[in-house]
């Protein structure tokens, strides 16, 4: 299980402050990446769809820490 979270999505508010940590930058990852997922008719189960979503956030988290 990874444990590097990118720390949170939208932490911010307008003015700068923070106000709460929200969601987890791989959560926001792994939800753009099950969009992409779904879109495609032949689309396997339901776990594999969130486990792919995840691997593919962890993989982005990776990538930009290179």
Excluded: C
């Excluded at 990874?2 to 987890?24: K, S, V, Y």
């Amino acid at each position: 299980m990874i444990t590097e979270t990118g720390g949170p999505a939208f932490p911010t508010h307008p003015d700068g402050a923070l106000i709460n940590d929200g969601m987890t930058l791989r959560d926001y990852f792994a939800a753009k990446a099950m969009q992409g997922i779904l879109a495609d008719p032949s689309t396997p189960e339901i776990m594999d769809i969130a486990g792919a979503a995840y691997e593919m956030a962890d993989a982005m988290l990776k990538a930009r820490g290179k």
